[in-house]
């Protein structure tokens, strides 16, 4: 069980763990990174300043630069943990880049920041210039953090599905708790349900 007191433990395993990461086999990689970001996530729950410090690490060490699951795992990491409204604007901006890894770190970043940025994120994304985001990756990171959002009205979310073309693959796993989303609030409505 973590603790204040053994929090700084956790922050040494987690750190340990990453850094052996790499000499894991790949097939084993994902359960590992799910792992630590769950571990993460309670750390922070119990010890905020010590998940802080990991998070703080996570980006000044460039690991999330490794490969497309580390920026995709550590965007989730530093996203539940030290995303910020300032963080948000410059993490939309890069998720229309060129750069796969900036464009996965990002995408975790924002589809896991906290519930009560998801309206700023959200009102960001429908103001977006839609030109640096015409790329299929970058369309299908958009609706990846979407997907994820919290608390997003349905005129919101019809915004953003008619203002964004469709990518012919790539966008079913985002859909999914999109729909099942509006599923849940059209049958918490009295005398409404599927």
């Keep these: 069980m973590i603790s204040r007191e053994t929090a700084p433990h956790v922050d040494r395993v987690v750190r340990k763990v990453i850094d ?9 990689r994902n359960e590992v990174w799910d792992s630590l970001c769950r571990l993460t996530g309670e750390l922070n729950r119990v010890s905020p300043t010590t998940a802080q410090t990991i998070a703080d690490w996570l980006l000044q060490s460039k690991i999330w630069q490794r490969d497309t699951n580390s920026a995709l795992f550590v965007g989730k990491i530093v996203g539940r943990i030290i995303v910020d409204v300032p963080m948000v604007a410059a993490a939309i901006n890069e998720m229309g880049s060129k ?14 920041a906290p519930p009560e940025l998801s309206q700023h994120i959200m009102g960001l994304i429908l103001k977006l210039d839609q030109k ?35 990518p012919t693959s790539g966008i079913g796993n985002p859909l999914v708790p999109i729909i099942n989303g509006w599923r849940q609030r059209i049958r918490l409505r009295p005398g409404v349900g599927f």
């Design 20 to 28: 052996l990461l790499p000499e894991i086999p790949g097939k084993h």
């Design 99 to 112: 750069d796969h890894l900036a464009r996965m770190f990002n995408t975790g970043l924002l589809a896991n």
């Design 132 to 166: 640096p985001f015409s790329g299929n990756d970058s369309i299908r990171a958009l609706f990846t953090v979407v997907s994820n959002l919290s608390d997003i009205g349905a005129s919101q979310m019809l915004e953003f599905l008619s203002r964004w073309p469709w």
